[in-house]
Each structure stands twice: as structure tokens, then as C-alpha cells.
């Protein structure tokens, strides 16, 4: 693993597996949604929630992504352990668009600022925030929670894993 000291403005982030790790040291960009058919299947999802990094500022702290040809113009990044989506990056693009799920703290985005792709925006996504909502200890027994124990990376960085 790449040992940099963290600046201020520096996040960090990775798969689920812990096989790839980033740090991104700087300001996030603009924060959106992508619901365009390829980020739905990228994601296996209603779409993909990125955030905008300059390539310059994100480096890749331990492992390397694999990446797949979405389109002529696209690649798209990913972890080719546990398969989690990382980015996306157009050709000639100065940013990667990191998959916000992916940063260790997803709240550092502040907040979505844009929707593209809306031309396949599947029908109810937009009545998702009327859903009644519950935690999850809210349904699940102690005795579920404790088989539930997450087997993933925790969100932060190790000197290994596992």
C-alpha cells in the first residue's frame, strides 16, 4: 500500500473486497446521477451516482483496476476481485466520474447536483424518496445482525487485507 501522508481536503476510498484502494487529494467536483442504460447495467441499478475527480489529484493506493470498453468513448473501471464498479472515464476526459458508493465516507459529496441520461430513467425512480423507510435493525433479530457481520473492507485504509 502507497503510504502518503493525508492532506485536508483528502478522502479515500475502495471495492468492497479491499483489493483496490484510492485517495483523492483535493475538492470533489460536481456530484450527479447517470441513468443512461450502460451506468444501469455498469451497476446492475437504477443507474450510477458519481462524483467528478481530476485524474490528477486520484491516485491508486493499492491494486490496480481492471477496466471494460462501455462504449467508443468509454471506459469504465472496476475491481477484478469482487467485481465492484469504481469509475467511469470518457476518452480525452481530465476527470474520472468515481462511483460515490466507493469513497469511504459517501456524505463528503455534500450534495447531487445534476441528473444525465434521463432519456432512460426507469419509471419509478423518482418515487423512491415517498417509500416508507426502516433500518435494518428494524427488521432483523440480534441473533440476524450478528450472522449479517459484514465480511467487507471496513471504510477506512489498512496495511492489509485480509
Not at 483496476?65 to 467511469?88: E, K, N, Q, Y
Request: net charge negative; aromatic share 8%; hydrophobic share 35%.
Amino acid at each position: 500500500m502507497v503510504k502518503i501522508p493525508l492532506r485536508a481536503e483528502s478522502r479515500t476510498g475502495g471495492c468492497q473486497c479491499g483489493a483496490i484502494r484510492y485517495r483523492i487529494d483535493g475538492p470533489l467536483g460536481r456530484a450527479g446521477i447517470c441513468h443512461c442504460r450502460m451506468c444501469q447495467k455498469a451497476f446492475g441499478s437504477f443507474g450510477a451516482a458519481l462524483v467528478s475527480v481530476p485524474a490528477t489529484a486520484l491516485t491508486w493506493a493499492r491494486g490496480t483496476p481492471g477496466t471494460f470498453r462501455s462504449s467508443s468513448i468509454v471506459s469504465r473501471g472496476f475491481c477484478a476481485a469482487c467485481g465492484t464498479p469504481l469509475f467511469m472515464q470518457e476518452d480525452g476526459d481530465p476527470d474520472y466520474e468515481i462511483a460515490i458508493g466507493t469513497l469511504d465516507d459517501p456524505n463528503a459529496i455534500g450534495a447531487m447536483t445534476e441528473q444525465s441520461g434521463c432519456e432512460s430513467k426507469v419509471a419509478w425512480f423518482d418515487g423512491l424518496s415517498s417509500l416508507p423507510s426502516q433500518a435494518t435493525a428494524d427488521y432483523r433479530s440480534p441473533e440476524d445482525l450478528e450472522r449479517l457481520k459484514s465480511l467487507q473492507h471496513p471504510d477506512h485504509d489498512t496495511d492489509h487485507w485480509p
